[in-house]
Structure formats: structure tokens, C-alpha cells
């Protein structure tokens, strides 16, 4: 009996001190989604402002005066229409999750029909980097065996 009121205990001292870390890192006010992704190594976790991300398109496929403009508008799109699940609570997180990438790989189709063959090359490299990362990261979150230590 003692030893279920302890187990008991413990479970509810860790889900407490672990509640306000997951509430942190679904909330979108989090400082680093404001922060450009350069700052924080290419990686970022929150919604980028789509300026900022056709500002680093540009800069990366040397981008038009007239592409720039309808890159920002599928990017604002997509930003409002993930903003809008993201607060649907009635959802299911998994539907979600697959919405949320269907609106993204809309956005990706979009943006890529705007560009040329030179683009669109460069383009293609951008995404399958992304998708590698994207595998990476998830093939080291299912992980729950260790890192083997670092070779000398």
C-alpha cells in the first residue's frame, strides 16, 4: 500500500514538473519563432515571418521583383491557414499534423511552378536537404537506445 502512494507520488511530482516544458514548447509565442534562422543555426521550431523567408529564398535563388511578391503571398497563405489549425482544438493532433503538411507541400508545389529550370534545380537540392533533416530528426527521436560515445 505504502508503495503505491510513493509510485503514486512520483508519477505526479515528474507530470507536474514536466507540464510547463511541454506547454512551453507548443506555444507560439515562443521568443526564438520571432528570430530570423540564421541566428539560431537554420533551425527553428515556430512560424517564420514570410518576408523573412522569401527575403532568404531570394538571396538563395536569386529571386524576381515579381517572384518575390507571389512568393510572400503563398508563404502568408500558408502562414494563416497553419496559424488557423494550429488554434483547432476539435482536431485531433495526428489530423492535424497531416493537414499541416498537406498546406505545406501546397506552398512548396506553388512556389516551385513560380520559378525557372535553374530555380527550380536549386530548388529541388533545397527540399531534399530538408527532407534528409526532417528524416534525421525523427530517426533520432524513435531512437531509445543511447548515442554510442564518440570515437578517438
Do not use: C, Y
Request: no cysteine; proline share 7%.
Amino acid at each position: 500500500m505504502f508503495k503505491q502512494r510513493l509510485l503514486v507520488l512520483v508519477a505526479a511530482s515528474a507530470i507536474s514538473i514536466a507540464a510547463p516544458f511541454v506547454v512551453a514548447q507548443d506555444s507560439p509565442s515562443n521568443n526564438q519563432a520571432s528570430q530570423p534562422s540564421q541566428e539560431r543555426g537554420g533551425w527553428h521550431h515556430g512560424p517564420q515571418d514570410p518576408a523573412q523567408r522569401t527575403q532568404e529564398l531570394t538571396k538563395k535563388l536569386n529571386l524576381t521583383a515579381d517572384q518575390q511578391t507571389k512568393v510572400q503571398e503563398i508563404f502568408q497563405t500558408e502562414q494563416s491557414q497553419m496559424q488557423s489549425l494550429h488554434q483547432d482544438s476539435s482536431t485531433p493532433q495526428q489530423d492535424r499534423r497531416a493537414k499541416m503538411m498537406d498546406i505545406r507541400k501546397n506552398a512548396d508545389t506553388q512556389v516551385r511552378a513560380l520559378l525557372d529550370s535553374n530555380q527550380q534545380k536549386k530548388w529541388d537540392e533545397m527540399q531534399a536537404k530538408r527532407e534528409q533533416r526532417m528524416q534525421n530528426r525523427h530517426a533520432d527521436a524513435g531512437s531509445d537506445q543511447p548515442a554510442p560515445p564518440p570515437q578517438q
